[in-house]
Structure formats: structure tokens, C-alpha cells
């Protein structure tokens, strides 16, 4: 039961243009959204995040968007560049309402960048 | 440097042989978590910890231990490790607050085989 959900394996993009990254997610108890961005032979590295009280949120050239009623969040990069090359990860804080999962970071499946010069 | 640091690195075992891959951070964070990542899965939660002595189950637990006797250590133990548990593992810490925004720093991850 994959309760966070990236349905795009991997995305190419050209250096400059708009990188639009989506996840899905099935717990209406998730009540805090994070992206983290990994490069080879690395630990995954926190990039943004948004409160479920939000639908936008900016940092730079990232921004996150949620759509709470379609249980849907993306996050665009904009411009894009080599260096964002790496997968993308969005994740979920459970707010634990339900009694059990109150410290459960809830992972996708991962998306690969691949931005062109 | 603030940092989570797990060892070893790379390790090929065989089958049945216990292990312990050891993870320290040095931030003085209360949560402390476990993953595994696997091609198409994505990062899955093994346990986590919210404190000192406090551990609870993941979304993957089985064929797994942890402990958390002193705050800076979480170590994660395999019993009897299986092929099926061949993967890339990681470690994660954080501080813990009540309004969500608890953000994990990870460590560098450890591949594990067992043939």
C-alpha cells in the first residue's frame, strides 16, 4: 500500500526551461510535505517543504504547490540547470490523528532529473 | 560538522551471519530513523526512534533490531540477514518539534549484500 506516490519514473529537461515534478499521496492524515533531492553515492538532502495549511510554498527557483483536495503536490524548478540533476524524493509527515504513525516519514518512489545543457 | 555518519560503507556478508551497521549523529537530535532504498520502492522506513530508549516499527521491520541506549547512536541489527535483504540503507536525525516541519539530515548511506 504505497501511500506516497511519484508516478514519473524519470523526467528530462532542457537547461533553462521548467522542471515540473508530481506527487500523489492517499493519507488525508499527512499533514506536512518535504522534498529531498539525492545525487549518486549520497545521502538524500532536504530541499522544500509545505504545511497542509498551505498550497504554496517558495524557495529561489523551487516551489512547491499542494493541492489538498486532489491529494496532489508538485514541485517546479524554474530555471532549471545541469546541477539539479539528481532523483527527487517527496515525502509526508503523518500527524499521527490516527494514533499509530505519529513519527512516520512516508517516502515516494523517487523521480530522476535529467536536465540537458 | 553537523553530520549522521554510518559504518561500514559497503559490506558483503553471506547468509545467516549477524551484522550491525552503526549510525552516530552529533546534533543531539531526539528522532532518529532507518531506510532502505530499492529500485522502483523509493526510501522505505525500517524503525525509528523518538528519544532515548523509545523505538517503534516502520513500514519494513521484519528481520530487523534497533536500540537506542544513548541519544547519538542507533544502531541496526540483522539477526540472521537474508538475500532478500540486500539493499542500500540509510540513516536519518532530526530534531523533534510538534509542528511538523521536522527536517531529516541523512547519512551516507550503506550498501549491504548478503550473497
Known amino acids: 500500500d504505497q501511500q506516497v506516490k511519484q508516478n514519473s519514473p524519470s523526467l528530462s529537461v532542457q537547461e533553462g526551461r521548467i522542471s515540473i515534478l508530481n506527487c500523489d499521496y492517499t493519507n488525508s492524515m499527512f499533514d506536512y510535505f518535504l522534498w529531498y533531492k539525492k545525487y549518486p553515492a549520497e545521502g538524500p538532502t532536504f530541499l522544500i517543504s509545505?504545511?497542509?495549511?498551505?498550497d504554496k510554498n517558495e524557495d529561489g527557483r523551487f516551489t512547491v504547490f499542494l493541492n489538498k483536495s486532489a491529494k496532489h503536490l508538485s514541485l517546479h524548478i524554474v530555471p532549471s540547470q545541469p546541477g539539479d540533476s539528481a532523483v527527487y524524493f517527496c515525502a509526508a509527515w503523518d500527524d499521527g490523528a490516527g494514533g499509530t504513525s505519529y513519527g512516520k516519514l512516508t517516502f515516494g518512489q523517487g523521480t530522476i532529473l535529467t536536465v540537458h545543457p | 560538522e553537523a553530520q549522521v555518519t554510518q559504518n561500514p560503507r559497503y559490506l558483503i556478508t553471506v547468509t545467516g551471519k549477524k551484522l550491525t551497521v552503526t549510525c552516530s549523529q552529533n546534533?543531539?537530535?531526539?528522532?532518529m530513523s532507518w531506510y532502505r532504498q530499492d529500485p522502483g520502492l523509493g526510501l522505505r522506513q525500517i524503525y525509528y526512534s523518538m528519544n532515548v530508549e523509545v523505538t517503534d516499527k516502520g513500514d519494513v521491520p521484519e528481520g530487523y533490531k534497533v536500540s537506542r541506549k544513548e541519544k547519538r547512536n542507533f544502531p541496526l541489527i540483522l539477526e540472521s540477514p537474508s538475500p532478500n535483504q540486500t539493499s542500500l540503507y540509510f540513516c536519518a536525525s532530526s530534531l523533534w518539534g510538534l509542528s511538523g516541519a521536522n527536517v531529516l539530515t541523512f547519512g551516507a548511506g550503506s550498501r549491504l549484500t548478503v550473497l
Open positions: 509545505i504545511s497542509s495549511i498551505k
Open positions: 546534533m543531539n537530535h531526539e528522532y
